[in-house]
């Protein structure tokens, strides 16, 4: 009988995984390592780190009460190489292997890694395709050929109606295929936002936030008050205690951001689909059950079915389609680093100090804090690409790149020139004001659009509409904008550049 190790990587913790399919408990081993290569290889959010490596070991638990043998090596195994390569190499020869099964990874770059394997080890390594996903990279290749630029509007159609979800005799439930029109509201301070399901750490847990504590203690974040679910068990609390408590009024809100409240009527469950405790049919299925129950209303339920049916399935199918040049593109030209206060939170930018500063404590943060307070800065001040990915992927626990990549150099930057999104999503200071109330508690105005103490975005905004104008001057979605620029008057316009000026000379 040939001897089979089954590799399963930090992301892959799901009991339906490809590459454990038809194990054999007799003869197979299943290896799982913690490496300090993936700890480091971007300096991930300690409580990231932590997130990982607890549910890593509570999942090769659950697989050795399945009666799987697994060989687990720790992050202080002393004989520990540090590196996925020289930890299956050990395990070849620990284990006398024929062959190697692996379930394709979700990051281009340990793809590549794993493509030597063969080579290196001189055994058979079969790459099995990753299917807990609702569209394969071949069905999005399919669907995206001969298109110029990708509508995410369009795919999530396709999507409905190949997976059947919320639709009746092949048109969508309700007559309409989106409900943001009923979403979007401005925030309601006075109402009580539930509190989210977190847990309390357990023994496996806490062992590890000490090694993370040991191991990461220069790495980005804060350990302290560790909440998230580890199992899948607790993983599924999470979500039905989302359904119950949040969804009702998560379309309604989606948008809205209010000072102290970090987790809004957002789901949490980002994190735990990415690492695979969670498969987006599964979660589909529950919130489709829920509006037919009557739990949530149609905006509600729609517009979270986007989110997991449309957007992340586009850009899964944008990064493999698309790698591994998409990680190089900046078609803004964009080379600022970043300000210090990214790492800090220490800036007198109340949304974006709100913003980071939760992101520090709890490596979280929602998709408009991400995409409309930090990305519009990024986007604004013109932030290297480069620089701006590695920090989303350090800072986030729920961050793989194959997700991070699109939403970051297609959705927020516009360094691929359009493909992701018809237009760059820059904002200034009145739409942060219309969905936060982070502007009372600010130093700056937002009602002001020129001096030391307006609203930096404001006058960002028009520089950089101005700045970028050889390429986003024949955008046709600006067009009504760039027509509003070019009515201000020379004078106006010279304020602008020079408040703008005057701003980004003091980020450096
Ligand atoms: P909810 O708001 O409750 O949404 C439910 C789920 O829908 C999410 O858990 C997620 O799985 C999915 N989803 C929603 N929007 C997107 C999207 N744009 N792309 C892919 N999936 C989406 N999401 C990640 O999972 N990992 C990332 O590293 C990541 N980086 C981002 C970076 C930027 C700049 C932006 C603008 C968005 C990013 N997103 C990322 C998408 C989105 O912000 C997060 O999925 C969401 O905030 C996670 O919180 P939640 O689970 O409470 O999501
Ligand atoms: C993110 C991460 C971290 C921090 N640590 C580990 C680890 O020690 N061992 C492991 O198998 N995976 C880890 N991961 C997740 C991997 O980085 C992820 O599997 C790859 O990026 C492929 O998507
Ligand atoms: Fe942010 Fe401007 Fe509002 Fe201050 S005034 S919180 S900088 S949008």
Redesign the pocket.
């Known amino acids: 009988m040939s001897k089979v190790l089954r590799l399963v990587l930090g992301d892959q913790l799901s009991q339906s995984l490809s590459s454990l399919g038809d194990i054999d408990r007799n003869s197979d081993t299943v290896l799982m390592c913690e490496v300090m290569g993936e700890v480091t290889y971007v300096r991930h959010h300690k409580k990231k780190v932590a997130f990982i490596l607890s549910a890593m070991r509570h999942f090769a638990d659950t697989l050795c009460e399945e009666g799987i043998s697994v060989d687990y090596v720790s992050l202080d195994d002393p004989e520990n190489i540090g590196n996925f390569t020289g930890e299956v190499a050990r395990a070849v020869t620990r284990h006398d292997a024929e062959r190697l099964i692996v379930t394709a990874p979700g990051e281009f770059r340990v793809l590549e890694e794993m493509q030597n394997w063969e080579t290196d080890f001189g055994i058979a390594v079969e790459i099995r395709q990753d299917d807990r996903f609702l569209c394969s990279p071949e069905m999005f290749k399919r669907w995206a050929a001969g298109r110029k630029q990708l509508r995410m509007d369009f795919f999530y159609r396709e999507m409905r109606r190949h997976h059947d979800v919320l639709m009746v005799e092949g048109k969508p439930i309700g007559g309409k295929w989106n409900y943001d029109i009923e979403n979007r509201e401005r925030p309601d301070p006075s109402r009580q936002v539930p509190a989210p399901l977190q847990f309390l750490p357990d023994e496996t847990s806490q062992t590890v936030l000490e090694l993370v504590e040991n191991y990461c203690a220069d790495h980005f974040g804060e350990l302290e008050e560790f909440g998230f679910a580890v199992t899948r068990k607790q993983a599924l609390q999470v979500l039905d205690h989302f359904i119950v408590n949040r969804l009702p009024v998560?379309g309604t809100f989606?948008d809205a951001m209010i000072e102290g409240e970090p987790w809004m009527y957002?789901?949490?469950?980002?994190?735990y689909?990415?690492v695979g405790l969670l498969g987006p049919g599964e979660v589909i299925t529950s919130v489709q059950n829920a509006y037919e129950m009557g739990i949530a209303p149609l905006n509600s339920v729609e517009g979270?079915i986007r989110?997991?049916l449309g957007?992340?399935e586009f850009?899964r199918g944008i990064y493999w389609l698309k790698m591994p040049g998409y990680a190089s593109q900046n078609f803004l030209a964009a080379d600022r680093p970043l300000p210090d206060f990214f790492w800090t939170g220490d800036t007198q930018m109340n949304c974006l100090r709100q913003s980071i500063g939760q992101t520090q404590k709890y490596a979280?943060?929602?998709?408009i804090q991400?995409?409309m307070v930090i990305?519009n800065f990024a986007l604004l001040t013109g932030l290297a690409p480069k620089f701006v990915n590695e920090w989303?992927?350090i800072v986030?626990a729920?961050?793989?790149e194959w997700?991070?990549l699109p939403?970051?150099s297609g959705?927020?930057l516009f360094a691929d020139g359009g493909y992701l999104a018809s237009k760059p999503y820059a904002a200034g200071g009145a739409y942060i004001n219309r969905m936060s109330n982070y502007c009372q508690n600010c130093r700056y105005r937002v009602a002001e659009k020129n001096g030391s103490d307006a609203c930096p975005f404001n006058y960002l905004y028009w520089h950089f509409l101005i700045k970028n104008r050889d390429k986003l001057g024949n955008n046709a979605r600006l067009g009504m904008i760039y027509r509003s620029l070019d009515r201000m008057s020379e004078e106006k316009q010279q304020t602008i550049m020079d408040d703008s000026r005057h701003f980004l000379n003091g980020l450096a």
């Open positions: 998560f989606q957002h789901s949490h469950i980002g994190f689909l990415n979270f989110q997991i957007w992340r850009v979280y943060a929602h998709h991400r995409l990305g989303y992927l986030y729920d961050a793989f997700v991070e939403n970051v959705m927020v």
